[in-house]
């Protein structure tokens, strides 16, 4: 058994959907298949616009939603033939009556919850896999379509609830051990908490249900297919000489995917990794491109980076304070005002000295954390144990990441030698003892330029020496 999942730039479009079938026809000549969809490109995005519209009281929610309508009813004309169109098409409506009729009551009463959005946005998956489904069964191919929500259940966290492994995964393995068809086709994104309420993976959750569902399998493979070739060595919109990473272990991905490489969802690496799956990045626009493997062990090791990864729009929030040292306590306390407003740190650094902590966090976060920190330790700060705490903004972190680093003594040496050489002042470094990741906090204009003389220094002259670049 095989997981494929494909995400919303391959399923776009009528043309696009094509190319899906086309590698599905490939791949179910030698193995069965679950086949995993996103929604439509950006219908995510338009379904969160329209409940946030109806909620204000805006009627052009109701434009919106009938834009959807037509995309959706436009791609099933272009893709299934005029004498089999009609049930899809009356399928695709009654979806979409059903989301306008969630949409009204939104709209009378200007109250839109956290679950209701779930509501709203698994549609989009459903239609898209409803769709896909219908279309490769018009072609004769046999698909069997199951509705995700029904197998993963989760806690109630709307938005981005959490996994129970423990029902999912039993579901899952009796589900496919019962079923003896060979396509299966599923939304990816959806589930639904313990009462049978719809509920979602987060953002870009498609990836996590193809992982979640190719875990309990457990499946010989997964293959996330994206519009791009694979993992690459640095962003591309920053560094024109970038290379595909043909191989990367869970560690170096997870690290990678966290530090904006948007090739998938991070969540995503914890299913696979935990049962060894082999996990390849495709691109359906060029199948023919090998891609990247995700795996436990990798063979190509000559450099010990394996990539260069970068966040934008970080602030750094310092607490110092001569009240801090040596005394037991204060970094809970910071880190729980944080927590109790659901505020992600992304870096931490404390000097030895224990005069200063410092953390890195999303900068839209920066002025409500400013706050609850303040408050947190309105005391110390009155008692001038500590001094009220900083922020700057206009900040990026930049990151080496790999495995090897660890046994490469100095790679930071270099990595900071190139920054100081090339006027990059390093406002904070964040080194985790997995000496995976090697992270400066830089000022966002000197991102373009660091990225650049690093990816020179740890890619573009190791492959030239071994010839691969
Ligand atoms: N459709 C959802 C999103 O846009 C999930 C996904 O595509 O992975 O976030």
Redesign the pocket.
Known sequence: MQVLKF??SSVANAANINKVIEIVKEKIKTDKIIVVV??FGGI?DILLQCSQLAAEGNEAYKKKLHEAELRHLATVKELISITQQSAVLSLVKTLCNEMEDICTGIFLLKELSERTKDRIVSY??ILSSKIIAAKLNTEAITCEWINSAELIVTNANYGSAAVDFSITDKKIADYFAASTSTLFMMP??IASDINGVTTTLG?????YTAAIVAAALPAKVLEIWTDVSGMMTADPRLVANVKIIPEISYQEAMELSHFGAKVI?PPTIQPVSSKGIPTWIKNTFAPQDNGTVIQKETTNNTNSIRGISSINSIALLSLEGSGMIGIPGFSKRLFEALAVKKINVILITQSSSEHSICVGMDASNADVAKAIIDEAFAYEIETKKVDPITVEKDLAIVALVGDNMKSHPGISGKMFGNLGRNGVNVRAIAQGSSERNISAVICTQDVKKAINVLHEEFFETVYKEINLF
């Open positions: 995400g919303g996103s929604a995510t989009g998956e990816g994104f953002r870009g959750g498609s990836d969802y």
